[in-house]
């Protein structure tokens, strides 16, 4: 999707407006004909269209006719390394600035950009970067870092760089958690190494949310990962162990723990549309997160394309290194990754609660992920093609085609 010219910055000045006619998919439910009405960056109400006919607003206050398009919660990404051509092994808080003013025209209002395992040096670096951009976003929100490794298996890299993976070391764990000043908000791990109790206590400590990722844990270590509080997991299927008869692994502890959340890669190259639906029949629909993973490339247009300090080309809807053909990632968009859950069967508000409301709760993003009054604005509007039509950051458009 094309982000069109000028529709970013575009902030609303007046305090109070609404948005009606729309069809609400709140995060909770699907309401037709609803209204959403917004006050000083809160969702003041949500009410029905035959309530807005009724209603008086104040001189000033600004009304959009959402004509009957969708109305839901700012989607939230958890799992996104880059976007149009700018990523977190950029170093620099202009980068993740950058990031946030574009992901702002995909329905994104807030997202935890994601740090590869590098040098630790550059990590910390990387970690200062996207808390130093904190409060200069002009599009979707920094809510946090996710830290993909270091402590991640040799056996599931993917296309994780061998030399920058690490053992468990609690003194590296500190120097990273000190680079963050609070801010990790959530660290994929691998449960089955030596010392990942110790770790897990430290992280729960300074509420850093562990996820089981990159791993080739045994059915056991799953469990004792739980045990030790590891209740979530990164892009489930993908770089991990696999489902055995005799082990289930961390496939099989996933589907078969109701407890066990985990982020899901809705491109339909990560995972098999089918997976999805049978993920979906056997998880409670509240513990499934969709994420993009998407790199620094992802909307790019010029090239050549790099990820990770590697070259890469796009070739069948993924991210290849061009070094040797290996898959390198994700150019997946949140609002892709919900038109392709609703055109595989999902309900869209199934869709968006995985896309907002399920992110915001699991990560623990306070008032976000909901229309509910007292809730942030964070809001998205978009078609019934999936084109979005505007995007609401704190009661404030960074883009809007409404009129």
């Known amino acids: 999707m094309r982000i069109p010219a000028g529709a ?12 009606h006619n729309a069809t609400l998919l709140a995060g909770y439910a699907r309401m037709e004909s609803c209204a959403v009405l917004v006050e000083d960056g809160k969702i003041a109400d949500v009410f029905s269209e035959k309530r807005f006919a009724q209603k008086t607003f104040p ?50 209002t807030a997202f935890c950009p994601t740090i590869y395992p590098m ?34 298996s ?7 760089k061998p030399e920058y993976v690490r053992s468990v070391d609690l003194e590296v764990m500190e120097r990273l958690y000190r680079a963050g000043r609070g ?28 996820q089981a990722g990159h791993t080739d844990a045994t059915y056991e270590n799953m469990m004792e990962g739980m045990q030790a509080g590891i209740l979530h997991s990164t892009h489930f299927f993908n770089a991990m162990s696999r489902l055995h008869h005799r082990d289930p692994g961390a496939v099989g502890a996933i589907l078969i723990n109701p407890e066990l959340s985990c982020e899901i890669i809705a491109d ?48 069948d809807g993924v991210f290849h290194r061009k ?21 595989w069967g999902v309900p869209v508000e199934a869709a968006v609660e995985m896309a907002a409301s399920n992110p915001a709760r699991i990560i623990g993003l306070g008032k976000r992920g909901l229309l509910v009054p007292g809730y942030e ?11 979005v039509l505007a995007t609401m950051v704190g009661g404030g458009f960074v883009l809007n085609e409404l009129g």
């Open 8 to 19: 970013m910055r575009r902030r609303c000045d007046t305090p109070i407006f609404c948005i």
């Open 59 to 108: 001189p000033g206050a600004t009304i959009y006719d959402a004509g009957g398009a969708y109305l839901s919660p700012g989607f939230i990404d958890t799992h996104i390394h880059g976007f149009a051509g700018f990523g977190t092994e950029d170093l620099s808080v202009d980068a993740i600035v950058a990031m946030s003013d574009h992901l702002g025209g995909y329905g994104v």
């Open 119 to 152: 040098d630790l040096d550059d990590m910390e670096r990387s970690i200062q970067a996207c808390v130093g951009a904190m409060g200069k976003e002009t599009g979707a929100r920094v809510m946090g870092v996710h830290l993909e490794g270091p402590f991640v």
């Open 154 to 160: 040799m056996a599931r890299l993917g296309v994780q």
């Open 183 to 210: 801010h990790i908000t959530n660290m994929t791990v691998a449960p089955e190494l030596k010392g990942m109790r110790e770790l897990a206590l430290y992280c729960l400590s300074r509420n850093i949310l562990l």
């Open 268 to 315: 339909g190259k990560h995972v098999h549309p089918d997976l999805i639906r049978l993920l979906l029949r056997d998880k409670p629909q509240s513990k499934v997160v969709l994420v993009t993973d998407a790199l620094k490339p992802t909307e790019q247009e010029r090239c050549p394309l790099y990820a990770n300090r590697e070259e890469v080309v796009l070739e």
């Open 323 to 343: 070094s040797d053909g290996v898959i390198a990632g994700s150019c997946l968009t949140m609002i892709g990754g919900v038109r392709n859950l609703a055109g």
């Open 377 to 387: 604005a964070d809001l998205v509007v978009f078609d019934k093609e999936f084109s």
